[in-house]
């Protein structure tokens, strides 16, 4: 079927080729009038403004907004005021979940459908698929569910869950109606608040053993700012991480993907020295921190994995400068230049 | 080449016949006769004491001890009291691997190698083979290599990383000798923490997105101990979690043996009522934290995970205690009956 | 001066008390004629409506809004339409400060100036005076300053801080102009989630050192869901918890109000055989969690801090069984009952 | 009562000059004349040697050890070759208990004695007393009580709990016989680990505080690093730190010596100008999160306090690291450069 892209960066243009050799006709627009002419050199018809890229498309038109998160609801309402009732757009960005549902609201009275779609996969997506997590009307969603079954990885990129029997679900082929507007987003920010958690646990692992050989320092590299070691004999190892990362990926119980990116990022650079620690963080970490303290439900993994990224930015520092003022108040502690 | 095992449970009995499927020869004891019997009927050498097994093996003898974890320091001791110079015993359990470097400390007079072996796999390594983490002295460990290269998964269980060329190492294989003694559980420790970590950011998601819906509940359900929503409006979901975690192994970034096996147990029991949420903890979770003090790392998600542990089997009590007679003190707030 | 105050719960009487006995004119209503009545007879002006009540303050009006949170913003506008250009409402309840900015942005139209004030001192306020964190317009909370002045501690209530010389500071009498509106209970929003991380520092501080005669447990009591302690021999004690907290008064660095009532609760209940643990957090420990996501500030501890009081309530447990149940599909780990 | 002080650093120094003000005979000795030479002009009885400072004391001897740390045990050892049995050494440093129970256990066949006395106060005790947590035998901690009663702030120090009646506990005076040998020790170490937990409150708290005008950054500050503000009105604020903690020690709930500490420290250096935000961690911090592990006891905030010192020294680095490798790999984002 038919689908028009707004937004032609390394996702749009991926999502667009994916659809094109599935089959499907897309129209695509993107400020980047070379973004455009790239992908019609690949199949999809190039349009020049979004009025010409409304025109190209057939009612009920759908289209599919891919831009940068603080442009998606621009985007969607001047896409509406060229769309006609019965219309859909699509938002298939980093949305926090509650703009959907607002924006949603507002198209009710031009009669303009609205859906939203959390996106994963990464670089890897064209090849592997992406995995679609989908909110919206049953109606509108199950219209569209042909161009999804394209996006998505398909039945054959896992094994089947055992216990499972008859025609595979949606799920099972690599995307989902997960609820009504809103609840694609919701899901992808979870998944990607599990996410940060998980490379949290390996980041924090791995740092565990990369200074397991801190007993083999002398003990005058000590200082007062350090506990000495009790015991400095258990400490000796000094373990070749990129190999440990690629024997976990073989009948361990941490396989995964991540795992997987893990072991080729320690291959590019086994001692990661074009890293310099600062880790930035999205909306999705955050906005899960925000939905585990309304609903009052403990988070203490995943919060904590976020908090570590602003500490790698250096966003304690006025905190631990607090910390070295007391300290120096009560103990007549001299904190430790910063050399 | 001859391996002896002692202990039939199940991790020993499916070594032993991954081994003997391997075409090694494996020479067996286990105080449960019948164990002995059930694999020896598979093709094991079956022995009925320590002595027995002992005269079994041909020297330069190779033991693998997979005893309880309480029972493996006496095992070992007895088995070296049996054993000659030259002979190896393999500790294959759930050691703390500074029990390891005491052991082999104390065997070096007898002559008596001593090699520790991590091993992850669990119900499913008989098939998918055992991801092996090894500590010990590199001929040791070298002499021993087509056992660890017959249990372990193989080249084939997991495509190739990226940028690696040659002749694959033994960690493509799935077992990596680590280091020297203690190494492996060492490993395999921080291993356990990193699972810890996974899993609890599998749980505290789906914990949010399973209370995605509390905004449909009216207000007068509500009461003094929860602060009311502000907006009720943005958590009216009601996300079918089984489905989630299935649409998740296809091209997500989450995608993980851990999450295969969510999926697996949320179709076996989709509203998990056959568990109660007593979540117990094995020696490898509260070693990793303890490395991590002693390093002086940062370990926040991977002591989490384990804290989240203790308290679902009521270990926060008398701290939650203490919160609710602060309270009533100073504010004269009384705690909520645990009706 | 004038104050008009609504709502005689603890709180608005005990700061109707205090403005009393210093000298101050205090109009009160409530929808209870019981309270008012009760503050009629120490010398209060009763009023039995809102109506009667704005009648009977003389302009420029000052009334204070001391009634539950979720009925603030209700009648501060109920008490706007009754109000006239030039009058002041004090919101002195637990309003998220996002609220008071909304509604002083609402009142601009009609004239009427808003002041936020966050305040501190529970049951005990009314002998030791309240903290006050005002926030406003400067020329209006200069106007109140006389109230404020009254209805805080005062300079004598703390030593001087060292390094401080001549005429005491607001802050030293007890109240402070933080800033703009809202200010106040941003400062007070701080301030508890301040306090819900001490109060969690004391109560796990006294979980450790209650347990630590877990050693003593003999070894049958231990079961595969507990870890054995390696070495029992350490942890033999039997503390006098009631003790502890009342040596620590005196001369310790954790010398503290908190660890006063601490100590008063030990000896009112020293097992708390009349509490069941089950914690109640009120706005102020989410909205700084939530603030300090926004901000991108780590908060570790403050964050701990809440998600132990949801722990408390029960609100881990399909997290927890999620964990379970994972167990049980990679170990066969079968959890143990609840009793 | 006669007391020998090995040991007369700052702490050693005020411990003899409050027994020698009490009235109290103090023999005393350090590997520095000069500090030995300073307490003898102040009445102390000077010793040159190990030696006669062991003959200088009447038996039964009691001698307090205040050694940094590492030397303790040595220094026990040393002394209890001159002494006699009947003798009692006190261990009044930083141990760690297990230390205790170990020098106990040795010393047991000589027939001298063991107190371990944790000492709270820093450099405020001489003035205000220390708060003193002991462990030993009932019989010869009794007959050292004297000494500890003047040592100990007294019954003054803070107003009596209410509920208490009768003659005033040691607890109410301010030392406590907390239980056998390491006892005082472990008591110490709670202490500092609820220390830790307050003093990461007040950290993390007033750097949210500091942070509260982040919505005044102009959005061209912004970057892909960091989300950007849903809501910059609500973060408009510059809030005068200083004052907020002075306001803060006058009837509000956080009110404490750390936060009067925190006010001074805030006078003397209101931008914190002179930290670099590098903290230190001692030995009890540490030794609290293992007995925490240890016991199966939750400690998120404790722990969480500790770690974040880890992180202000740099500590967390590689796991940094790691994440932002991980992030190239699977979204390839680039970790913006430390500038």
């Known amino acids: ?111 303009i459908h609205y859906v939203d779609v959390g996106t994963s996969g990464g670089v890897f997506g064209l090849e592997r698929g992406f995995c679609l997590m989908i909110g919206g009307e049953p109606d509108v969603v199950k219209r569209l569910e042909p161009l999804f079954a394209t996006i998505a990885p398909g039945v054959d990129a896992a094994p089947r869950t055992p216990g499972r029997s008859g025609e595979p679900t949606q799920a099972e082929q690599g995307y989902l109606h997960c609820g009504p507007v809103g609840g694609g987003h919701f899901v992808k920010m979870i998944h990607n608040g599990i996410e940060y958690g998980m490379m949290a646990a390996f980041a924090e692992g791995l740092g565990v053993l990369q200074k397991a050989g801190i007993g083999r320092t002398s003990a005058a590299d000590h200082d007062a700012e350090t506990t000495p070691l009790t015991h400095p004999e258990y400490y000796q190892y000094d373990f070749d991480i990129p190999e440990v990362a690629e024997v976990w990926r073989r009948g361990s119980v941490v396989a995964s993907w991540l795992l997987d990116l893990t072991a080729v990022a320690l291959v590019e650079d086994p001692e990661l020295a074009t890293f310099g620690g600062r880790v930035s963080d999205s909306g999705e970490g955050r906005w899960t921190v925000l939905a585990a303290v309304e609903e009052g439900v403990p988070a203490h993994v995943l919060t904590a994995s976020l908090y570590e990224r602003f500490s790698s930015r250096g966003e304690a520092l006025y905190s631990d400068k607090i910390l070295s003022a007391m300290r120096k108040q009560f103990g007549g502690h001299h904190e430790k230049p910063s050399s």
């Open 1 to 111: 079927m038919q689908l028009g892209m707004i937004g032609l960066g390394r996702m749009g243009a991926n999502l667009v080729r994916r659809l094109t050799r599935g089959g499907h006709e897309c129209v695509v627009y993107d400020v980047n009038a070379d973004a455009v002419a790239a992908l019609a050199a690949e199949g999809a018809t190039g349009t020049n403004s979004l009025e010409e890229f409304a025109a190209a498309l057939t009612t009920p038109r759908a289209a599919w907004v891919m831009v940068p998160a603080g442009l998606t609801g621009d985007t969607v309402f001047k896409l509406a005021d060229l769309f006609e009732p019965g219309d859909t757009i699509i938002d298939g960005g980093n949305s926090y979940y509650r703009d959907d549902i607002e924006r949603a609201k507002a198209l009710v009275p031009k009669g």
